[in-house]
Every structure is written in structure tokens, then in C-alpha cells.
């Protein structure tokens, strides 16, 4: 019989646990019973002023229907502070100690927040308000997907970040992303000891194509097995801003 795997989910920007589920619908199918996916809201609940304007349609259509739209950190007045993640890190560590994931999947400002996420677990003592009676919350992720992730530049980050980190990821990258460019997505690749990089000829978004819905999805269910790449003819990996809009 064949485990399951259990998969954390991050949503982006203005979404939320709902509407990001919605929009992975077609992969969870894919998926079946073979993953579970276990979608989080982000703590900080944005206000109208907090929101990027004009919205996309796709996350207009979002905001109307839950008339709620969320975040994992926003920003100070200098854009040099991720405002809330120290309190999204408290959040996540009473998430993370109450059940195992295997692994974390991200999307955009999610993305960032699960690359954090999979550096920390590594080196949980870097910061030590992460820290349940002096040890980790959750052993550190199996794997990381992160789908038009960026580097953060915030303290804390760069503290988590250190000068690597070595949990197996896989680097979703859209060539025409215009929200998050491929060279900031590349340069969070760039500290990624164990990366694996794909791109698609879209934008900012998860790739739902067929062949990328199986990639996927196979990926999910195996990490570490070889999944031949959906994005050439080879079968093999690739090795290892545009928009004002801040993330």
C-alpha cells in the first residue's frame, strides 16, 4: 500500500487557504488519494489600502467571493521590514509542531514563506522564538516546491537564510512572470544547495497543463524518484522586477 504523503500549502498575495485550494483543483484530482493537502490561511488579514492596484481578475474574482483577502507578512513604510512575520512564525510553529507534513508547497508570496520555512527547520536555532522547549517544532521538510518564489530581504530572513539551504526543491519559474521576474526567482534559487529548477512559458501562476498536472503531481508523490521534467522532450531536470508591486 503506498503512504501518503501529506503536503503543506501556502497561498500568495491577497489569496487565502480557500481560493488558493480552488485554484489546485485540478492537481488535487490528479493527485487523488495519493496526497493530502493541507491548505493554510495566512495570518494577516489586508486591508483595501494594502492591496495592489489594479487587482488581476483572477484575484478580484477571489476577494469578491470570501471578500477577505490575506498575507504572510506585509510591509513597513521603508519596504525594508516584512511587517507580521514574526508573528506568522509564531503561527506556523504552533501549526507545525501540532502534525507532520511532509513537505511544504508554495505559491508567490507563499513560495518565499515556504523556502523560509524549509531553511529554518534545517537551522531551527537561528531564531530562537521558532523554538518549542528548546527544540525544533517539526523535523525539516522532505522537500520544497516553490512556484514563482523570491528571495525576501528582510532581517530575519536573511538570519533563517544564512548562506544556504540544503532541503530538496523543486523552483517553478514562469518566463513571463511580470510580477515576479525570473532573476528574482533565480536568485532565490541560488541558495538552494538542492535545487531543481522548471520553468513554463507562462505567467504568475501554477501551471495546470497536463503535462504539468502529472509532473506534479508525481513529483508530490515522490520527491526524490526520477520524474522526468514536463517542460522538454529529454526527460530530463534543468540545473541548477518588472512590476512595482511589493510581496
Given at each position: ?5 501529506t ?10 487557504a ?5 485554484r ?20 494577516i488579514?489586508?486591508?483595501?489600502a ?5 487587482l488581476?481578475a ?22 525594508t521590514?516584512a511587517?507580521g512575520l514574526?508573528?506568522?512564525l509564531?503561527?506556523?510553529r504552533?501549526i ?15 513560495a518565499t514563506?515556504a523556502?523560509?520555512l524549509?531553511?529554518?527547520?534545517e537551522?531551527p536555532e537561528v ?5 518549542v ?5 517539526h523535523?525539516?521538510f522532505?522537500f ?6 523570491f ?24 518566463r513571463?512572470?511580470v ?6 526567482s533565480?536568485?532565490?534559487?541560488s541558495i538552494?544547495?538542492?535545487?531543481r529548477?522548471?520553468?513554463?512559458d ?12 502529472k ?5 508530490l ?14 526527460g ?12
Amino acid at each position: 500500500m503506498a503512504v501518503r504523503t501529506t503536503v503543506l500549502v501556502l497561498h500568495g498575495y491577497t489569496q487565502s487557504a480557500t481560493t488558493f485550494s480552488k485554484r489546485l483543483g485540478a492537481l488535487r484530482r490528479e493527485c487523488g488519494k495519493d496526497v493530502e493537502f493541507v491548505f493554510v490561511d495566512g495570518p494577516i488579514i489586508l486591508q483595501p489600502a494594502d492591496l495592489p492596484m489594479p487587482l488581476n481578475a483572477l484575484d478580484a474574482a477571489d476577494t469578491a467571493e470570501t471578500n477577505e483577502a490575506r498575507a504572510w507578512w506585509n510591509w513597513d513604510s521603508s519596504k525594508t521590514e516584512a511587517r507580521g512575520l514574526p508573528e506568522t512564525l509564531q503561527v506556523m510553529r504552533d501549526i507545525l509542531k501540532s502534525r507532520h507534513f511532509d513537505g511544504v508547497l508554495g505559491f508567490s508570496q507563499g513560495a518565499t514563506f515556504a523556502a523560509i520555512l524549509a531553511a529554518l527547520l534545517e537551522r531551527p536555532e537561528v531564531y530562537p522564538p521558532f523554538l518549542v522547549d528548546g527544540q525544533a517544532p517539526h523535523p525539516p521538510f522532505k522537500f520544497a516546491v516553490v512556484v514563482s518564489g523570491f528571495k525576501l530581504a528582510d532581517p530575519i530572513a536573511d538570519t533563517i537564510y544564512g548562506t544556504s539551504f540544503s532541503t530538496p526543491t523543486l523552483h517553478v519559474i514562469g518566463r513571463n512572470d511580470v510580477v515576479v521576474s525570473e532573476e528574482r526567482s533565480r536568485l532565490l534559487a541560488s541558495i538552494s544547495t538542492n535545487a531543481r529548477i522548471e520553468e513554463h512559458d507562462g505567467g504568475h501562476f501554477v501551471p495546470s497543463k497536463g503535462n504539468w498536472r502529472k509532473f506534479l503531481a508525481a513529483y508530490l508523490k515522490n520527491p526524490t524518484g526520477n520524474v522526468a521534467s514536463p517542460s522538454n522532450t529529454s526527460g530530463t531536470a534543468t540545473p541548477v522586477d518588472t512590476q512595482t508591486m511589493k510581496l
